[in-house]
């Protein structure tokens, strides 16, 4: 059963800095491409960042320069760093990947910034 799981998320201040992970299990995630993506409140789930199998990355224009994804294969896990945080970066946080034509995501982590 495939699962993934987001950490990292919180309060943090205009111009601060968060890293959220996202631990997935059930399969060799080694071969997928994994992807962050996020829902502001009465707002549609938008892609933020996305990670190839060879690490070739895409981002949002509204986080390019700011976010980081990587990942770590041996581990199974993605990262998503975020830089100069915006109070319009807050929203629930969700890892995604695709295997065999099925979306699977993880429970969401919130993110807000606020002063």
């Known amino acids: 059963q495939v699962q993934l799981e987001e950490s990292g998320g919180g309060l943090v201040q205009p111009g601060g800095s968060l890293r959220l992970s996202c631990a997935a299990s059930g399969s060799s995630f080694r071969t997928y491409v994994m992807g962050w993506y996020r829902q502001a409140p009465g707002k549609e789930r938008d892609l933020v960042a996305v990670i190839s199998t060879g690490g070739r990355t895409t981002y949002a224009a509204s986080v390019k320069g700011r976010f980081t994804i990587s990942r770590d294969k041996a581990e199974n896990t993605v990262y998503l760093q975020m830089d100069s945080l915006k109070p319009e970066d807050t929203a629930v946080y969700y890892c995604?990947?695709?295997?065999?034509?099925?979306?699977?995501w993880g429970q969401g982590t919130q993110v807000t910034v606020s002063s």
């Open positions: 995604k990947t695709v295997i065999g034509g099925t979306n699977y």
